[in-house]
């Protein structure tokens, strides 16, 4: 079933669409002097603020190139993960690392003799 529209609901709906369409909407001149005054009074209090001084020293170029607070907060971020992950790895990880590395290290600082030697 489909439903037919009105021939004379279409007509008067694009007599109505081409009303509007002819029409260009445009401020008030009140609008517009009072946007003007508006900025006018923005750009004036902007220019009477004292601007900060630039950072300059051996750091500032580094801090920069950081990325500022956000990008040292980053940096630290990371670095926390790196020291958790070597403390902790994931058993995922620890599977990884063994296929390169070996699964067991031995490591030996002193033999049984010299520990028994010395009353240990």
Do not use: C, H, Y
Request: no cysteine; hydrophobic share 55%.
């Amino acid at each position: 079933m489909t439903i037919e529209p009105d021939k004379t609901e279409m007509d008067a709906l694009d007599a109505m669409l081409a009303d509007v369409a002819g029409k260009k909407a445009e401020p008030s001149a009140d609008l517009l002097a009072r946007v003007l005054a508006d900025a006018a009074n923005v750009q004036a209090s902007a220019a009477a603020r004292p601007q900060p001084r630039g950072a300059s020293g051996f750091m500032s170029p580094l801090w920069a190139a950081l990325g500022g607070w956000a990008g040292a907060g980053g940096l630290a971020a990371v670095a926390a993960a790196g020291v958790w992950l070597g403390i902790a790895p994931p058993a995922a990880l620890e599977t990884v690392t063994d296929v390169f590395f070996g699964s067991s290290v031995t490591l030996q600082v002193f033999s049984a003799d010299d520990v028994l030697g010395m009353g240990i």
